[in-house]
T-cell receptor, first 112, second 113 residues
């Protein structure tokens, strides 16, 4: 069973659309949660952390449901520049190593 | 501020040749360091991690090895490359033991021919 599972997509949406990605994680003791963005042939970059109360950064909103063990990312008013692969990431509780587990990513294409 | 450097950016190597990829972190001390590989169309695979000088843990047995000769230097090596070693190699760091995400280097795209 994979630690982190995501719908690989692809999601193809027009500019201005709202799109949501979900991911589930298997370890109920997971401690920290993140969304990363990876552009084609580039390294992943941290998009935002995900907090228990939910958090927003401009057009991006992240939610965490610990009871159901899922994380979501909502993108409003999609831009062409949002086209990328979005990686869901979790960190286990108590791991001094700080090891993260990555989902395989959800591909988003925003078209004009 | 902290920065991570990884080189080379692109590498084409024949089967059976050696490999050495280097990663350095600036602006911090005692970071946790990681090597990941991403094969074409695949997810990130953790290869090695290190919590200190000379401390290397391997996640996947294969013909690769890693070393950490200095606090902020992490090296990925192979004595003889295989075709299956082709991929996008990423070095990453994080402050030790924290709640933080990783910061990745810009990666090395390795093609074994």
């Amino acid at each position: 069973r994979k630690e982190v599972e995501q719908d690989p997509g692809p999601f193809n949406v027009p500019e201005g659309a709202t799109v949501a990605f979900n991911c589930t994680y298997s370890n109920s003791a997971s401690q920290s949660f993140f969304w990363y963005r990876q552009d084609c042939r580039k390294e992943p970059k941290l998009l935002m952390s995900v907090y228990s109360s939910g958090n927003e950064d401009g057009r991006f909103t992240a939610q965490l449901n610990r009871a159901s063990q899922y994380i979501s990312l909502l993108i409003r008013d999609s831009k062409l520049s949002d086209s990328a692969t979005y990686l869901c990431v979790v960190k286990d509780r108590g791991s001094t190593l700080g090891r993260l587990y990555f989902g395989r990513g959800t591909q988003l294409t925003v078209w004009p | 501020s902290q920065t991570i450097h990884q080189w080379p950016a692109t590498l084409v190597q024949p089967v059976g040749s050696p490999l050495s990829l280097e990663c350095t972190v600036e602006g911090t001390s005692n970071p946790n360091l990681y090597w990941y590989r991403q094969a074409a169309g695949r997810g990130l695979q953790l290869l090695f991690y290190s919590v200190g000088i000379g401390q290397i843990s391997s996640e996947v047995p294969q013909n690769l090895s890693a070393s950490r000769p200095q606090d902020r230097q992490f090296i990925l090596s192979s004595k003889k490359l295989l075709l299956s070693d082709s991929g996008f190699y990423l070095c990453a760091w994080t402050p030790g033991g924290g709640y933080y995400g990783y910061t990745f280097g810009s990666g090395t795209r390795l093609t074994v021919v």
